[in-house]
Each structure stands twice: as structure tokens, then as C-alpha cells.
């Protein structure tokens, strides 16, 4: 069935680089995507989120950027600090009143 | 503002064994959302509810059943516990429409001996 998927399952980031995690869906019908960042022991937490009718949508330290076009979607860390390692999860809405379906997530690791 | 809490954090059950993970939301959301998570993978939906009154199945709901009491509380109850349902459960909710994110609870750890 539909699914939404991640490239990596582990990302290494070196402090103060910029990270990019990268996410692809195959459900034509999803408009609505959004960014959830997980630490360990905790529940998602919301990071971002981004529309069918945009292409780019910038926050503190993060970018969403999606294309439609080979159903690719990416966030983009400035400046990856410690607090930043976590596992990221990319998640689509399809439906008229809006449950997610989840990827399976990219653990980010920040090196010294 | 306690956003969704989620009744107990952990529990250990024999296989066999009934309980009710609780979920509570004080954001007055209509739609709320069980969650299942398993090592290594993302979250998979067991059962959501769109308004009060309502229920439907997810992703993965064998093995459970849900009860929205009323606007704040979804329950989650597992009738007859099995190993495979060792995970970590999680509860969101959320406000109508589709351009709008969902707010997760801390989890509960679910082992099943």
C-alpha cells in the first residue's frame, strides 16, 4: 500500500555542521506534511510543518522543503547542536479529517 | 496545560492478562489517536476517533478495542494480552481539518511476559 518511507536510518553529524534528513511518500493524495523530532523515552514532538501548495517553509534553525514532483520531502538543521541528536520522523495527512501515517525514522547522531 | 497524558508510563503483563491504557487531552480536541511503536520503527496507528462518539480502526488493530468516554478521554484496552503487543503506546490528539499537527503523550511501556 501507500507508505511513506526514510533514505537513512542513521545520520552522523558533526557539531555545528548542517544537517539534512531526507523523507519520501508515495501517497499522491497527502497535502499536508509535517517534521516530529523523538528523544529517547519521550513522545514526538512537533517540529515543522509544510503544505501541498508550498515548496519551502522555514522555522528557527529548520527548513522543510518539499517536492512534489518525485514525492521527496526534507528537513534541513542549520547548525546541528547535541540537543538536535534524536530520532526524526517524517509523517503525511491524506484524509478529510487528518490522521498521520508515519515513516520509519532517522536516528541523528551530533559528534563533538 | 498538561496537553495529553497518558496513564500508566509503564506495565507488565502476563500473556492472557486484560488492562486499559488511559488517555487524556486538555486542548479540546476533537480527534484523538493510538499509536503503537515498535524498536526501530515508526509509529503505527491502532485506532483513532474523529469526534466523540466515534471510533475506527487504524493501521493495526487486531487484539484491541478503544472507548471514547467523551471529548477528553480515549481509552485503549487490551483484552487478552500476547507478546507481540510488547511496545511502547502512544496517545495524540488534535484539532479538526487537515492542516494541523498532533499532539503526542509521553508513552506507555507495554511488556507482555
Known amino acids: 500500500g501507500e507508505s511513506v518511507g526514510l533514505h537513512l536510518p542513521t545520520l552522523s553529524v558533526q557539531e555545528g555542521d548542517n544537517s539534512i534528513i531526507n523523507c519520501a511518500y508515495s501517497?499522491?493524495?497527502?497535502?499536508?506534511f509535517i517534521w516530529y523530532k523523538q528523544e529517547s523515552g519521550k513522545g514526538p514532538q512537533f517540529i515543522i510543518d509544510?503544505?501541498?501548495?508550498?515548496d519551502k517553509r522555514q522555522g528557527q534553525r529548520v527548513t522543510v522543503l518539499l517536492n512534489k514532483t518525485v514525492k521527496h520531502l526534507s528537513l534541513q538543521i542549520a547548525a546541528t547542536q547535541p540537543g538536535d541528536s534524536a530520532v526524526y520522523f517524517c509523517?503525511?495527512?491524506?484524509?478529510?479529517?487528518?490522521?498521520?501515517?508515519f515513516g520509519a525514522g532517522t536516528q541523528v547522531v551530533v559528534t563533538p | 496545560n498538561a496537553g495529553v497524558t497518558q496513564t500508566p508510563k509503564f506495565q507488565v503483563l502476563k500473556t492472557g492478562q486484560s488492562m486499559t491504557l488511559q488517555c487524556a487531552q486538555d486542548?479540546?480536541?476533537?480527534?484523538m489517536y493510538w499509536y503503537r511503536q515498535d524498536p526501530g520503527m515508526g509509529l503505527r496507528l491502532i485506532y483513532y476517533?474523529?469526534?466523540?462518539?466515534?471510533?475506527d480502526k487504524g493501521e493495526v488493530p487486531n487484539g484491541y478495542n478503544v472507548s471514547r468516554l467523551n471529548k477528553r478521554e480515549f481509552s485503549l484496552r487490551l483484552e487478552s494480552a500476547a507478546p507481540s503487543q510488547t511496545s511502547v503506546y502512544f496517545c495524540a490528539s488534535s484539532a479538526s481539518g487537515t492542516n494541523t499537527e498532533a499532539f503526542f503523550g509521553q508513552g506507555t511501556r507495554l511488556t507482555v511476559v
Open positions: 509544510i503544505r501541498s501548495n508550498m
Open positions: 509523517a503525511e495527512r491524506g484524509d478529510s479529517w487528518g490522521k498521520l501515517q
Open positions: 486542548m479540546n480536541h476533537n480527534s
Open positions: 476517533s474523529a469526534s466523540e462518539g466515534t471510533t
Open positions: 501517497n499522491s493524495a497527502s497535502d499536508y
